[in-house]
T-cell receptor
Framework: AQSVTQLDSQVPVFEEAPVELRCNYSSSVSVYLFWYVQYPNQGLQLLLKYLSGSTLVKGINGFEAEFNKSQTSFHLRKPSVHISDTAEYFCAVSSYGAGKSTFGDGTTLTVKP | DTEVTQTPKHLVMGMTNKKSLKCEQHMGHRAMYWYKQKAKKPPELMFVYSYEKLSINESVPSRFSPECPNSSLLNLHLHALQPEDSALYLC?????????????????FGPGTRLTVL
């Protein structure tokens, strides 16, 4: 079985400040990890993914995430946020052969001017 | 073409109506998914098709009926829905269920159909 916990339901932050959105996962086998972003009234868009290899993963729009196997975490970071980053962010886990991804409950990132 | 398209964008239907949602992708993906998403909630998996066969049904009520006519198309037939079925319905596709290699199960999502049941 696989599960995902996003530790913060809402994260308010000022423009140009750094941000971290936290994600912990649980799985009995090797996993693939994803961060998706959803803007209002749109579908989900992949920000970045960890499949194997380097634990620091860089994605689109200046986001990056670090896979930490010992802490079973995959936190998303951005050094300086923009108003346009205001959106819902979902962490997801998938195990090889599972046939599906499990999503966290989401974190609402609100960037204030 | 890395796009998943969904039609219609919005749908309003009564509880006795029959309607269908459509999804299309031309990325050669062999897995396609239907999700239901309520406001401020994560997507909830409904069905997975793998190589045009239904591989996962997450105990979805029979008033929702999926269909995969070919590897590029996915339909969701709706009949006798309830007001609580109002939601955003998302379609997604991925390279293939359980494939190894660099893509894992990365899913490409469509923009969704906003369904309102009166």
């Amino acid at each position: 079985a696989q599960s995902v916990t996003q530790l913060d339901s809402q994260v308010p932050v000022f423009e140009e400040a750094p941000v971290e959105l936290r994600c912990n996962y649980s799985s009995s086998v090797s996993v693939y990890l994803f961060w998706y972003v959803q803007y209002p009234n749109q579908g989900l868009q992949l920000l970045l993914k960890y499949l194997s290899g380097s634990t620091l993963v860089k994605g689109i729009n200046g986001f990056e995430a670090e896979f930490n196997k010992s802490q079973t975490s995959f936190h998303l970071r951005k050094p300086s946020v923009h108003i346009s980053d205001t959106a819902e962010y979902f962490c997801a886990v998938s195990s090889y052969g599972a046939g599906k991804s499990t999503f966290g409950d989401g974190t609402t990132l609100t960037v204030k001017p | 073409d890395t796009e998943v398209t969904q039609t219609p964008k919005h749908l309003v239907m009564g509880m006795t109506n029959k309607k269908s949602l459509k999804c299309e992708q031309h990325m050669g993906h062999r897995a396609m998914y239907w999700y239901k998403q309520k406001a401020k909630k994560p997507p909830e998996l409904m069905f997975v098709y793998s190589y045009e066969k239904l591989s996962i049904n997450e105990s979805v009520p029979s008033r929702f009926s999926p269909e995969c006519p070919n590897s590029s198309l996915l339909n969701l037939h709706l009949h006798a829905l309830q007001p609580e079925d109002s939601a955003l319905y998302l379609c997604a596709s991925s390279q293939g269920v359980g494939t190894s290699g660099s893509r894992g199960d990365e899913q490409f999502f469509g923009p969704g159909t906003r369904l309102t049941v009166l």
